[in-house]
């Protein structure tokens, strides 16, 4: 059964930094590519950046050179490091991995950049 549990998300001023956490198991994490989407009140979900199997990365446009994402294949996590956060970027922030066809999801954690 393919379970994932994120973390690391809060309340933070303009400008500062989180870093999200999401811990997978039920699959041999090694081989998937990993998502973090995000979901604010009232908008669609976006995929925010995701990592291959291989290293290689991909952004939404709007958080190139903010937003790192990265994986360690060892403890079975993937990260995601903001920085230089703005309001626009509050959201709910879900981990998502595509396994034998399906997408599985974790609760999400939330994310409030705010003054």
């Known amino acids: 059964q393919v379970h994932l549990v994120e973390s690391g998300g809060g309340l933070v001023q303009p400008g500062g930094s989180l870093r999200l956490s999401c811990t997978a198991s039920g699959i041999n994490f090694r081989l998937y590519t990993m998502n973090w989407y995000r979901q604010a009140t009232g908008k669609q979900r976006e995929l925010v950046a995701n990592?291959?199997?291989?290293?290689?990365?991909n952004y939404l446009d709007s958080v190139k050179g903010r937003f790192t994402i990265s994986r360690d294949n060892i403890r079975n996590r993937v990260f995601l490091e903001m920085n230089s956060l703005r309001p626009e970027d509050t959201g709910a922030y879900y981990c998502?991995?595509?396994?034998?066809?399906?997408?599985?999801w974790g609760r999400g954690t939330q994310v409030t950049v705010s003054s």
């Open positions: 990592i291959l199997y291989n290293g290689s990365t």
């Open positions: 998502n991995v595509q396994y034998r066809g399906s997408p599985f």
